[in-house]
């Protein structure tokens, strides 16, 4: 067939698999009201029949042995989650309220799946073994989910641990109760429930033969089919849903949905294939989408726990983590092998920026160096006279910030990645070891971050450069705290 007519059935393929997901959630939904499933475990099923069409992409990749597009549906629609569910639920919300039990609780079994996931794919461990740490956590979660208080309560487990998952099982229900509400099944919702699996699991494989069709045509490497087309497409219902929850002020309903459908597609749809049939070589732009979707696991839950929720800086930050991923994964596939090392580099990269800017932000709200009893506090004079240490500061992250995108608009015909140092260097001047520290790791991130305009992705010019800006910015935070210490010493 020719390529128009394939992307019509790609189009068609999409429409139809997206609406009998859609179906499908509705109608099991009422199934599992009527079995008497909790509003949490509800969820789950909720967000098992909302992924069908990411699992049953990937699988049929699997089975085509198609590897980068069957891992590429699978993480980059994770990493499309975070930021399409909590980024922009937040941006569109305003504020996505938590409590920090819940981000706990759930956020505790997303990152240990994401390891999971990131081990693997870099070939430490065997889909199979990944397999099995990926359930010794998220089946007992989902037990957990399913159980009463007066039967968690009879755990062996201590009371206070027993009390604790308690109250965080109850928050997420609370909210849960309120977004799911289904009517009580009858034997049609089942037969419907029959016929829109079906639908999905036909109009998926569809999609996913016209997709990997398509793009072998249009010379699309098959982490791009994959990872951006296929994972995009297919997460649309879930972001639909997000952010009709959030709007209505449903943030554990909203990140528990977003959290359990990735830990679904990581278990159900890449480990259990995999170990059945295989994940094939070992890819770096694999490793890269894996190390992505782990990193921005981590920022947005650490945003989550220290505001009690994500606002909207918090949620163009993860947007923004998105954006940066598609730059990366596009700049991998145009140079062509990338080593481990490098798959990882951009995600670390932007979790050092995001964990800086974290805890800055935070040490600002808790002013910590305001104590008007403390002699060297920020509206103290720093080594400059004259000048406060968060006016010194401030400049060194500016000065950072400048050079970079100068960087990266100057491109191939000017790399400045090592002037960087100039950062770290003015922080300094501060004499406070942590606001040195902070400027480095935000120098260190930028500096990781502009390799791609310069063209110097994975070679030996990258590499010296950030390992300069990383060791004058451990020279630096040693003087600063050699500094701070002599003067504490002194004023005592």
């Known amino acids: 067939m020719s390529t128009p007519v394939w992307s019509v059935l790609f189009v068609l393929g999409a429409g139809l698999s997206l609406g009998a997901s859609w179906v499908l959630v509705v109608r099991l939904e009422r199934l599992g009201e009527r079995i008497g499933l909790s509003e949490a475990l509800l969820g789950v099923v909720a967000a098992l029949a909302a992924d069908a069409p990411e699992i049953t992409s990937a699988v049929t990749a699997l089975l085509h042995h198609d590897t980068g597009v069957g891992a590429g549906v699978v993480l980059g629609s994770n990493v499309f989650n975070l930021a399409a569910l909590l980024g922009l639920g937040a941006m569109v919300a305003g504020k996505i309220a938590l409590h920090r039990s819940v981000v706990l609780l759930s956020g505790a079994v997303a990152v240990w799946v994401a390891a999971g996931c990131l081990l693997t794919t870099l070939g430490m461990v065997g889909p199979g073994i990944g397999l099995l740490l990926v359930c010794a956590v998220l089946l007992p979660y989902v037990a957990l989910l399913g159980i009463t208080r007066a039967r968690m309560a009879r755990l062996p487990l201590p009371a206070a641990w027993t009390g604790w998952l308690a109250v965080a099982v109850h928050e997420e229900e609370l909210e849960l109760d309120e977004a799911i509400h289904p009517a009580r099944g009858t034997r049609r919702d089942a037969l419907v429930a029959a016929v829109a699996l079906i639908l999905v699991l036909g109009a998926s494989v569809t999609m996913e033969q016209a997709a990997t069709t398509v793009g072998a045509r249009l010379g699309l490497a098959q982490i791009i089919t994959g990872g951006l087309v296929l994972a995009i497409v297919t997460s649309l219902p879930n972001v639909v849903a997000a952010v009709y929850l959030a709007a209505r002020d449903r943030g554990a309903a909203v990140l528990s949905t977003a959290l359990t459908s990735n830990a679904l597609n990581v278990a159900v749809g890449l480990l259990l294939p995999g170990a059945l049939l295989g994940l094939g070589p070992r890819e770096g732009t694999g490793i890269l989408v894996a190390a992505w979707y782990t990193g921005l696991t981590i920022a947005a839950l650490l945003f989550a726990y220290a505001d009690r929720g994500l606002r909207r800086p918090e949620g163009a930050a993860i947007i923004t983590g998105y954006l940066v991923f598609v730059a990366a994964l596009l700049a991998a596939v145009r140079t062509g092998i990338i080593r481990t090392p490098l798959a990882l580099w951009p995600a670390l990269g932007f979790a050092l920026v995001c964990a800086a800017l974290l805890i800055a932000r935070r040490a600002g709200s808790a002013r910590t160096d305001d104590d008007p009893h403390d002699p060297y506090h920020r509206t103290s004079q720093s080594l400059v006279p004259g000048w406060s240490i968060t006016r010194i500061w401030q400049t060194s992250l500016l000065l950072c910030l400048a050079v970079a995108a100068c960087d990266a608009a100057t491109g ?51 590499y010296t450069s950030l390992t300069a800006v990383a060791v004058v910015a451990f020279i630096s935070t040693l003087s600063a705290s050699l500094i701070q210490r002599r003067r504490t010493e002194t004023r005592a």
């Open 412 to 462: 191939r015909h000017l790399i400045l990645i090592g002037i960087l140092i100039v950062g770290p260097c003015c922080a300094l001047l501060t004499g406070r070891w942590r606001h040195t520290a902070l400027t480095g790791l935000w120098a260190l991130g930028l500096g990781t971050l502009t390799a791609v305009p310069d063209g110097i992705w994975a070679t030996t010019e990258q």
